[in-house]
């Protein structure tokens, strides 16, 4: 069985920092891609950020210089280190994975192969 479980969110003033986890079981960084995605209000997801089989890296505009995303294969976890944060940013973020191309946007939790249930983040102004 494939499982997500996104960790680490929570409430933060704007300018802090968070990193969130992404626990992965039943797939490897090996087969698949995988990424983060955010949910605004009730809008659609939106991708954040990707991180391909090769190690290929997407950011989208808006968190360019300021989120990173990694991996680390012994464990198969996958993390988000989110700075200077803002308003902006509250959201349920999702980890994804799958075989195919993360598109920019999509319902979330359809689209892609494997997603984690979402890990609220909040920033104060």
């Known amino acids: 069985e494939v499982r997500l479980q996104e960790s680490g969110g929570g409430s933060v003033q704007a300018g802090g920092s968070l990193r969130l986890s992404c626990r992965i079981t039943g797939i490897t960084f090996d087969d698949d891609d995988m990424g983060w995605y955010r949910q605004i209000g009730g809008s659609k997801c939106e991708l954040v950020s990707s991180?391909?089989?090769?190690?290929?890296?997407h950011y989208a505009d808006s968190v360019q210089d300021r989120f990173t995303i990694s991996r680390d294969r012994p464990t198969n976890m996958a993390y988000l280190q989110m700075g200077s944060l803002t308003p902006e940013d509250t959201a349920v973020y999702f980890c994804a994975a799958g075989h195919d191309r993360f598109p920019e946007t999509l319902f979330c939790r359809t689209g892609l192969n494997w997603w984690g249930q979402g890990t609220l983040v909040a920033v104060a102004s």
């Open positions: 991180l391909d089989r090769r190690g290929t890296t």
